[in-house]
């Protein structure tokens, strides 16, 4: 007969290893990294994603609003392979409005279930508030002695955002490429189930701007499509996992 460990020395069951994306309002995870976490995903590698709002609030009084954009971020999240999704429900837009400490202690419960080997957010280039507030939060929060694992933090680009940043004197300076040529159409097709927030070309977040993006990108990696990523964090330990983002 087995003896049961008291519970203080019984041994805690292991963690997913998994590559987190952590984005401030549901479709940045797909405007941002689309591409990449189904490339991510089609190579079984578990992809978790965290909306630190239900992108609405400010900008939307219809209570349903809140609804659709959670509808959207699922069934978009489900196209793209990810394993989960979850959101916070801040305030849209009033990311400022909260203590940093209160938005990082969140963001360090959701991520305690996992041991992240990448997490990928928003720049702290971008013009949008809650975009540069969540880029310091995961910064604060995935400090490397609490995660061991971690070999990447890298961000990513918000097609109508992040190339504003200029008008703050700020700019996206990527140094991380990665090929999505065959899961564009993916990208895309999550893209459409995020109806009230596309436009005709030329908005920004069209499926012809995003497919001029992706060439824009491709071009400096010579391939057909790919997404741009700063580089924050990059450690050389235990990172195999992430070879599936590099493969040609
Ligand atoms: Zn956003």
């Not at 069951?13 to 987190?20: F, H, Q, S, W």
């Not at 630190?52 to 069934?75: H, I, M, S, V």
């Not at 070309?201 to 057909?224: C, E, K, N, W, Y």
């Amino acid at each position: 007969m087995g003896h049961s460990l008291p519970q203080s020395t019984r041994p805690e069951p292991a963690k997913e290893r998994a590559v987190l994306v952590i984005v401030a309002h549901p479709d940045d995870e797909t405007l941002g990294a689309g591409g990449t976490i189904a490339r991510l995903s089609v190579q079984n590698c578990p992809v978790h994603c965290l909306s630190l709002t239900n992108g609405t609030g400010a900008r939307n009084c219809e209570p349903l609003a809140g609804k659709d954009r959670l509808a959207a971020f699922n069934d978009a999240s489900s196209l793209l392979g990810v394993r989960s999704t979850a959101t916070l429900e801040y305030e849209d837009q009033r990311l400022d409005h909260y203590p940093f400490l209160d938005l990082v202690q969140a963001v360090e419960c959701w991520a305690a279930k996992f041991e992240p080997i990448a997490v990928l957010t928003h720049s702290s280039s971008d013009l949008n508030l809650d975009h540069r507030i969540v880029c310091e939060v995961v910064a604060t929060a995935f400090r490397p002695y609490k995660f061991s694992c971690l070999s990447l933090i890298a961000s990513f680009e918000i097609n109508s955002t992040t190339e504003l940043g200029t008008l703050i004197g700020r700019s996206f300076r990527p140094t991380m490429f990665v090929d999505i040529q065959e899961s564009l159409p993916l990208k895309l097709k999550a893209m459409q189930r995020y109806e009230s927030e596309i436009g005709s070309f030329p908005h920004p977040r069209s499926s012809d701007a995003l497919v001029a993006a992706a060439r824009h990108r491709g071009i400096t990696m010579a391939s057909q499509a790919a997404e741009a990523f700063e580089v924050l964090f990059l450690a050389g330990r235990k990172a195999e996992a992430l070879e599936a983002l590099f493969a040609r």
